[in-house]
C-alpha cells in the first residue's frame, strides 16, 4: 500500500476513536494515542509499520509476549464447541483451571470464584472476608491500587478516587506503606525496627481486631512505584494477622503469573495469604478474566452457607480456555524462570544506567516488576515530578515520555515513575534496546538535575 494511503487510513483509524470513543483517566482533549495494528512477541506495530518495544507488557498483563497462536487456536477451539455458559454450568476448562491453579498456588488454597477482571476479584475478597469472619473492617495501604470499582478503588490509596468520591465505600483503613526509598519514619531498612509493621499493629488495636475483617496487600507493589516490601514484611504482617485472627488478602494481579519471577509474588516472600485475588496474567491479556483463590478454610465454610455473590460472565469457556492454554505456555517456554533470569540482568544494567544518569534516584525491581525512581537531586530526593502530580508539575516527565515514543518504546510513565515490566519471554538483546532507549530520553531528565 501506499505511504499516503497507509497514513491516511491511521488518521481515520484514530479520528474514529477520538470522535466515539471515551478514555479512561484522561481528558479527551489532546489525546495521541498508538494505532496498533498487530503485535508479536515485545513488539507492537502501528498502522504505518513503526514498531515499539513493549516495555510495560501492556498494562503489565501480556506477561507471555503478543500472538501467540497457541492461545488463538484454544479460544477458536473452545468457541467451536461452546462459546458460553451460565456460571451454573460447568465445562472441562472451567474444571481444568481451577485445578491448575489449585496446584500453581502456594499452602491450600484450593478453590477459585473466577471473575472478569481485577476490580470484580477484589471485590468479591472483600466480600468473602466479611461473609467468613462476620466482620467489616478491611486494612490496607495508601500507596496502593486495588482497581477501579467502588469497594476496590476504595481499599486502594490511588488519589484519583478522590475525584469521583470523596467519601468513599464504608469501612476501609489505610496504613502507611514501607516505603523505603522514602522511609516515613526516617529509618534505613538494615537498622530500623520496621516500624511500617509497629504502625499497622497500632492501627489494629485502635480498629478493634474484632471490627477487622482483612489485611489487603498486594503480593509486590506495582503501578504505585513498585515499593518494594522488605524482606521479612509480608511476614510480619501475615504474623499479626494469624495474632488477632484477621484474614489476608494477596492482591496478585499485576504480582502474579511469573511477573516476580515466581508463580505469584508471595511466594517471593515465603507467606500463604488466605486468599489471592488476581487476573492480567492468568489469560496474559488475551481474554479479559479475573480470579478469587481461597483457602480450603475458606472454601469449606461455604459447604453448607449461600455464597453470596455472582458475574453472568463468571468462568466463561472461552476465558478459561485461554487460561489454560496461557498457563502451559508459561511451563513449556519456561517463562517464570527466564523472568527470573531476565530481572537480575536487568538490575544489573539498570545499576549501570543509574551511574549515567543522575536523574535516576532509584531502581526497584522484582523478576520483571521495576521502576525508575526519576529525581531533580539525588542528595534530596526531591521527585521530578511530585505525587499526584497536576499537569503542570508534569513538564519534564512528560517530555522524557514523549521521547520514549518518539525512539520507540511504549511504557507507563506516571508522576516521576517510568516503570520497567516486559513481557517475560524478552531476551537480553531486548532488554538492551529498551534501556538504551530509555537512557537516551533521560537525557532530557538529566539537564533538570540540580544538584
Ligand atoms: C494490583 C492491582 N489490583 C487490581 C487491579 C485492577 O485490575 P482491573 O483493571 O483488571 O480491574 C490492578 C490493575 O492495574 C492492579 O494493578
Redesign the pocket.
Known amino acids: 500500500m501506499p505511504a499516503s494511503n497507509t497514513l491516511s487510513e491511521t488518521q481515520e483509524i484514530v479520528q474514529d476513536n477520538l470522535d466515539y470513543t471515551l478514555f479512561s483517566w484522561s481528558k479527551q482533549h489532546g489525546i495521541n494515542p498508538i494505532a496498533v495494528q498487530r503485535a508479536e512477541g515485545v513488539y507492537l506495530y502501528d498502522y504505518d509499520g513503526k514498531r515499539y518495544l513493549d516495555f510495560s507488557s501492556g498494562?503489565?498483563?501480556v506477561n507471555i509476549g503478543h500472538g501467540n497462536q497457541r492461545v488463538t487456536d484454544a479460544v477458536v477451539r473452545q468457541m467451536q464447541e461452546v462459546s458460553y455458559v451460565t456460571p451454573s454450568c460447568v465445562t472441562r476448562a472451567r474444571g481444568e483451571l481451577g485445578k491448575k491453579l489449585a496446584e500453581i498456588t502456594p499452602g491450600r488454597l484450593t478453590k477459585t470464584l473466577f471473575t472478569?477482571?481485577?476490580?470484580?476479584?477484589?471485590e468479591n475478597a472483600l466480600k468473602v472476608a466479611r461473609l467468613y469472619t462476620g466482620k467489616h473492617k478491611v486494612i490496607a495501604r495508601y500507596r496502593?491500587?486495588?482497581?477501579?470499582?467502588y469497594g476496590?478503588m476504595t481499599a486502594?490509596g490511588d488519589p484519583r478516587k478522590l475525584q469521583t468520591d470523596a467519601q468513599q465505600a464504608p469501612g476501609m483503613i489505610h496504613v502507611e506503606d514501607p516505603y523505603c526509598y522514602r522511609c516515613p519514619w526516617n529509618q534505613e531498612m538494615s537498622s530500623c525496627n520496621r516500624e511500617c509493621v509497629s504502625h499497622i499493629q497500632r492501627i489494629i488495636e485502635f480498629e478493634g481486631p474484632e471490627n477487622i475483617a482483612a489485611i489487603l496487600m498486594?503480593?509486590e507493589?506495582?503501578?504505585s512505584g513498585c515499593i518494594k516490601y522488605p524482606p521479612d514484611y509480608l511476614k510480619k504482617v501475615r504474623a499479626l494477622c494469624d495474632r488477632y485472627g484477621i484474614l489476608l488478602i494477596a492482591?496478585?494481579?499485576?504480582?502474579g503469573f511469573g511477573r516476580t519471577g515466581k508463580w505469584f509474588a508471595c511466594d517471593v516472600h515465603g507467606v500463604v495469604p488466605d486468599m489471592i485475588?488476581t487476573?492480567?496474567g492468568i489469560t496474559a491479556g488475551y481474554l479479559?478474566m479475573?480470579a478469587l483463590i481461597v483457602s480450603d478454610a475458606i472454601a469449606r465454610y461455604f459447604d453448607d452457607r449461600v455464597l453470596w455473590t455472582g458475574l453472568t460472565y463468571s468462568a466463561h469457556p472461552v476465558a478459561c480456555a485461554a487460561a489454560v492454554e496461557v498457563l502451559k505456555i508459561y511451563e513449556d517456554e519456561n517463562l517464570i524462570e527466564n523472568a527470573a533470569r531476565m530481572g537480575r540482568y536487568l538490575d544489573e544494567q539498570a545499576e549501570r544506567l543509574r551511574a549515567e544518569h543522575p536523574c535516576i534516584g532509584d531502581f526497584r525491581n522484582t523478576g520483571l516488576l521495576g521502576v525508575f525512581e526519576i529525581v531533580k537531586n539525588r542528595s534530596t530526593k526531591e521527585p521530578m515530578a511530585p505525587f499526584n502530580a497536576k499537569p503542570d508539575e508534569m513538564t519534564v516527565m512528560n517530555k522524557v515520555a514523549a521521547r520514549l515514543k518518539e525512539v520507540g518504546m511504549y511504557t507507563f510513565v506516571r508522576w516521576n515513575y517510568l516503570f520497567v515490566a516486559p513481557p517475560l519471554c524478552i531476551t537480553r538483546e531486548q532488554i538492551d534496546e529498551g534501556l538504551a532507549m530509555i537512557g537516551d530520553a533521560l537525557t532530557i531528565a538529566d539537564a533538570y538535575v540540580t544538584e
Not at 251 to 255: A, K, P
Open positions: 498494562l503489565m498483563n472478569v477482571c481485577g476490580a470484580t476479584a477484589i496502593a491500587y486495588h482497581g477501579s470499582s476496590a486502594g498486594e503480593g507493589s506495582g503501578s492482591d496478585e494481579v499485576m504480582s485475588a487476573a492480567k479479559p479475573g
